[in-house]
């Protein structure tokens, strides 16, 4: 047979009939398709009918398939103690040969920031995890590429985590009469001290071993006036003006 020429999805042949039947030319034809990323290239045949004789122009009809290397379940994340914790499973892998992590911090721009070893050939479900402990504030994006071992790709959806970790201190009521009530609000988990101070400096109250999102309650042996209260954590020290009536 001869050679037909592939444009996109059409195949062209020759002027030359390869077989009258009736009023039809008949053409056969061999294609080498990759149907989808990481999947072997294979032979396809099939004949085309090419009516009103000498047209050059075959269509032919033919159905594709294709086995991708892994079967993904799921990825997702969340924040622990200020650091990204990834996860994900598969239900099958063939010639799986890692992970590839990426980070990016506007969702465009992905980096490599490390590879996890996968498990080759298996139609048992495994679960994968990674611990990303240099993460800036705000939204990070992450997303995994899938490596065969003949380096084809796959990649999978993109995940979005936010880290805040600008804490917000709330006093409740100031000013008061009795008692109030202090919360300090952020995403993670951090230890605290409270302290309070008269307008001289001195300190008149200290309680260590807090946290934030906890409710601290302070004032109640404090007399009438005007005082400082700081937060103290890693980061430095808050302060904020309290008033006893």
């Known amino acids: 047979y001869p050679t037909g020429t592939l444009s996109g999805s059409t195949i062209t042949f020759p002027t030359v009939p390869l077989l009258l039947v009736g009023d039809s030319v008949v053409y056969k034809f061999t294609a080498t398709v990759d149907p989808c990323p990481g999947?072997?290239?294979?032979?396809?045949?099939?004949?085309a009918k090419a009516v009103n004789e000498p047209l050059v122009t075959a269509t032919a009809s033919t159905i594709l398939t294709c086995t991708l290397p892994i079967s993904l379940i799921d990825f997702k994340g969340e924040i622990q103690n200020e650091n990204a914790f990834l996860t994900w499973s598969t239900a099958k892998e063939v010639n799986n040969d890692r992970f590839v992590i990426y980070r990016s911090y506007d969702g465009i721009h992905f980096d490599s920031i490390s590879s996890v070893k996968g498990h080759g050939n298996s139609h048992v479900v495994w679960e994968y995890n990674y611990t990303d402990r240099k993460i800036n504030s705000g939204v990070i994006y992450y997303k995994l590429d899938q490596v065969d071992i003949g380096g084809h790709r796959l990649s999978s959806n993109i995940v979005s985590l936010v880290l805040d970790n600008k804490a917000e201190i709330l006093v409740y009521p100031n000013p008061?009469?009795?008692?109030t009530q202090i919360k300090v609000v952020n995403s993670v988990k951090k230890k605290i001290n409270v302290?309070?101070?008269?307008?001289?400096?001195n300190e008149v109250f200290?309680?260590?071993?807090?946290?934030t999102n906890e409710?601290?309650?302070?004032?109640e042996e404090l007399a009438s006036g005007v005082y400082i209260l700081e937060i103290i954590s890693e980061e430095g020290i808050e302060k904020i003006k309290l008033i006893k009536n």
């Open 195 to 201: 302290r309070i101070l008269a307008v001289t400096g």
């Open 215 to 219: 409710e601290i309650k302070v004032g």
């Open 176 to 179: 008061f009469t009795q008692e």
């Open 206 to 211: 200290s309680s260590e071993a807090h946290f």
């Open 39 to 47: 999947s072997t290239p294979f032979i396809n045949t099939a004949t």
